[in-house]
């Protein structure tokens, strides 16, 4: 019999060869139309359709962060699929863009082929949510790389948007309102100081700490909301600019959407907080800067309209009136 050096060498090529086989039907469900051949070849083909009369393609790429280690920690590797899509499509979603399709990168150190097809089985439920197509991808199987167990996951998305359609928020003016969406928990940021508090604190993951409602991992872990569908509500009602809130918090990302001289002032209170978010304050003894600047404190999106589109955009996003846009030379978000 043959020695397999490369496998000596700690890379298991059939191991790759049966990931593929079994995540085939995982992207084929989420085919959509665009979508020409399938998983398997050296690349990924999508051709655009002629319904698009002056269509501009918008791009996005993200991680999950060290939201992964909490996964890898718990052996859950079924959702952080989802915040992989969710982070990609919510950003290109801002633009307007409907998502067209998405590639995956997975790196680990040895390729446990069971691991692999859960975390694609969760990118591929977060295709589905996006409508969006799972169109590849790459798996990397690097021996010393990473620590026994552990991997690492990107992710590409693009889509599409017409010229004339794009909320590229030139339309903003002071005055204008704002609306939040609400998230769906930490989403996929924060997660470096999240750790230090609560994972490798003094709490049980598989518990609940006390006004959570839920296990403290499972908290931890609740997948990133994705937002393509309310953005798509929102440009219909009248949106001007969206603002997808990640690293550096609602301070940090509104002031992204706004024209040159204005800013955003949003009103504390006027959204529901999750109760993750007290939780931390109370087990890192944060004031609300920290609380701000790290964490999206309960707003996944924050969308600028006209006032007499406000209540609208709301209602056609489930999100609530959060404050106004107002005349900045600084260009800052404050919370007040």
Request: with cysteine.
């Amino acid at each position: 019999m043959s020695r397999d050096a490369y496998r000596e060498a700690g890379v298991d090529i059939d191991a790759g060869e049966a990931l593929v086989e079994r995540i085939k039907p995982l992207a084929a469900a989420t085919a959509r139309a665009g979508v020409l051949g399938g998983i398997g070849g050296f690349s990924g083909l999508f051709a655009l359709e002629g319904r698009y009369r002056d269509p501009v393609l918008v791009s996005g790429t993200d991680g999950v962060g060290t939201k992964l280690l909490v996964a890898q920690r718990l052996g859950v590797h079924d959702t952080i699929g989802i915040d992989l899509v969710a982070m990609c499509v919510n950003d290109i979603a801002c633009t307007g863009a409907e998502p067209l399709f998405f590639l995956d990168y997975f790196a680990t150190g040895k390729l446990e082929v069971e691991v692999a097809e859960a975390v694609v089985r969760g990118i591929a439920a977060g295709c589905a949510l996006a409508g969006c197509a799972l169109l590849g991808g790459e798996t990397a199987e690097m021996p010393g790389m990473y620590a026994p167990a552990h991997y690492d996951l990107a992710g590409f998305a693009v889509g599409v948007v017409e010229r004339d359609q794009m909320l590229d928020g030139r339309g903003i003016r002071a005055g204008d309102a704002l609306v939040g969406v609400p998230s769906s928990g930490l989403h996929s940021n924060g997660f470096s100081l999240a750790r230090k508090l609560l994972v490798e604190g003094p709490y049980d993951l598989h518990a609940d700490p006390g006004g959570l409602d839920a296990p403290l991992g499972q908290v931890l872990l609740a997948p990133t909301r994705i937002y393509a569908a309310e953005v798509r509500a929102a440009a219909e009602a009248g949106a001007r600019g969206v603002s997808h809130v990640t690293g550096g918090g609602i301070p940090g990302n509104v002031p992204r959407m706004l024209p040159a001289g204005l800013g955003a002032v949003l009103r504390a209170g006027s959204w529901p907080v999750p109760p993750i978010f007290d939780f931390l304050r109370r087990a890192g003894d944060l004031d609300d800067a920290d609380l701000y600047r790290t964490f999206n404190m309960g707003l996944g999106l924050v969308i600028a309209t006209a006032p007499a589109d406000a209540e609208a955009v709301a209602a056609a996003t489930g999100g609530h009136l959060v404050g106004e846009v107002v005349a900045d030379p600084d260009g800052t978000a404050v919370i007040r």
